[in-house]
């Protein structure tokens, strides 16, 4: 038993989870990577405990990210800035992995990636048991994140991205991206 490597390592993976709160999702920059839940693991291994005056521990880092669905073009951009970030910091053995089982889901998302997506005017994705029905071609209601109303409509089920389908207002009269559940 290594009681300070472990101890290390456990104090080294809660600094990376802190910078991937840096890492901003390319497609919606208000969104870290921890707000869309596509982190599933940080592994930290390899340690070396620095001589008094050193650069600080050297370590082997290994990072698993899910994508919101496969073949979402932002992944390799995603991968790429957790890299640059982790190596802006001082680390140099980083694995990047993608994992895609389990398929990420909606309810991966924090409640505050839900709120500064509403904030920043897409739609944030329904509850669970709004969407998921038996009911296939039952139109999902849908808020608007500018004025709070249902009396929306969907005008195309692509929106921005592949992940988001375009809704309309009909109150306000402002069309809007809505994050779908998945």
Known sequence: MNTTN????????????????EVKDPEVPVLSVLDLGIVRDVKVSDTEVPPLGGEGPKAAVSITITPTYSGCPAMDVISMDIRLKLIEKGYRNITIKQ?????????????????????????????????CTTDMFREEAVQCPRCNSYHTELISEFGSTACKSMYRCLDCKEAFDYFKCH
Do not use: C, V
């Open 99 to 131: 994992s895609l089982s389990p398929a990420w889901t909606t309810d991966w998302m924090t409640e505050e990636g839900k709120r500064k997506l509403k904030a920043y005017g897409i739609a944030p994705p329904n509850p669970k048991q709004q969407f």
């Open 6 to 21: 472990d101890h290390i390592n456990t104090s080294i993976e809660e600094q990376i989870w802190l910078l991937l709160e």
